[in-house]
């Protein structure tokens, strides 16, 4: 197989659906064996290898990186995409959902990487991409407990790049903006107005429309790839213009 990911193994988590199953799919076509682990695999289509795993739980993540490296034979590139939403201010969430939402989109990213840390160790050309979120710095109303996660995951990536450069493994994240996944389609579905609550989604994108899956699929090929060895602990933004034009335009 062609292409800059010839002969190297990643996993993706959430790789089910969405930004994951996009960036799985891109990573295979240029070349990579890929493993998606997520709490629903079934949609992974071949020849991807779909893992039954849950990030809050550090038995099924251990087993689901350890079952990913033998069957592929060695692991390279970690993609930590899972993650779920939540909406409101700090009133609208009770504490357990702070612990729950902190647990897959923060805690879930810390048992991921621990588990395949020995095996990226192994790699010549190792790096881990994170998901995260215009959500970290835009200030998005009605996202408190959100973009406190993603705030975290911005934060992490910084931290966890410093600590493994002299090992050779990068670090780096993507900031989306709204994209247009399943989990979005879900949230549309359940606006009074769904038609109305897409052109406002859209409206809030400089460049006045979602961004496609395989347009973060893209920049986490990128910075997974051997072209970007010399790129570690930096934030790649994929959002429609909305971080750098709104903060020109305030
Ligand atoms: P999605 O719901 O389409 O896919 C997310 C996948 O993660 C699902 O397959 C789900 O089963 C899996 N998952 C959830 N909890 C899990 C767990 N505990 N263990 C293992 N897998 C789990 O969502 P998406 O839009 O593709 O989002 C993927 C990532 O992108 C998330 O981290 C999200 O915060 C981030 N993101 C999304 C958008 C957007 O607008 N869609 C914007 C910015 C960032």
Redesign the pocket.
Known sequence: MNGEFAGLVAVV??G?????LAAARLLADRGAAVAC????PSGVPDPLLGVE????DAGSVTQAVTLAADRLGALDVLVN?????AQGSVEANSDDEWHRVLD??VV?IVRVTRAALPYLRASSCAAIVN?C??AATAGLPNRALYSATKGAVQSLTLAMAADHVGEGIRVNCVN????D????RRLLDSAGDPAAELTALRARQPIGRLVS?AEVATAIAYLASPLAASTTGTVLAVDGGMHGLRLRQA
């Not at 089910?16 to 994951?20: H, K, L, T």
């Open positions: 988590t959430g089910g659906s969405g930004i994951g682990l997520d709490l629903d795993c849950d990030v809050t995409n899972a993650g779920i939403g897959v989109n879930g998901t979120s215009i989306p903006g709204t994209v996944t399943p989990w979005v899956a």
